[in-house]
């Protein structure tokens, strides 16, 4: 069956930096455009990043654009969500899900979702 596991949440300092990992398996992973999205206590699930299955292409959310940073490794079967220049503000569950319409910002159109890792940046 399809899982998509995350780690590398944690607590860091405003400005500080975070790595969070999405491994996948039980689907063609080197076909599959993937995304991260997050939720902040009481908010809703928000999309932040998003990359094509090639690698080639990314898309962001404008609260993120030029701090964090989208990658794969279709050979690991893993993304990497690069976060720079973290603030309190991008404190938050991150979810890895499987996207099936590129560039696309919706909750809707990603079908598996993974469990989530805690992001806190303290100020």
């Known amino acids: 069956q399809v899982q998509l596991v995350e780690s590398g949440g944690g607590l860091v300092q405003a400005g500080g930096s975070l790595t969070l990992s999405c491994a996948a398996s039980?689907?063609?992973?080197?076909?599959?455009?993937m995304g991260w999205f997050r939720q902040a206590p009481g908010k809703e699930r928000d999309f932040v990043a998003g990359?094509?299955?090639?690698?080639?292409?990314?898309w962001y959310a404008d609260s993120v654009k030029g701090r964090f940073s989208l990658s794969r490794d279709n050979a690991r079967k893993t993304v990497y969500l690069q976060m720079n220049s973290l603030k309190p503000e991008d404190t938050a569950v991150y979810y890895c899900?499987?996207?099936?319409?590129?560039?696309?910002?919706?909750?809707?159109?990603?079908?598996?979702w993974g469990q989530g890792t805690q992001v806190t940046v303290s100020s």
């Open positions: 899900a499987r996207n099936r319409i590129a560039f696309s910002f919706s909750r809707r159109d990603y079908d598996y």
């Open positions: 990359i094509s299955w090639s690698g080639g292409n990314t």
């Open positions: 039980g689907f063609t992973f080197s076909t599959a455009n």
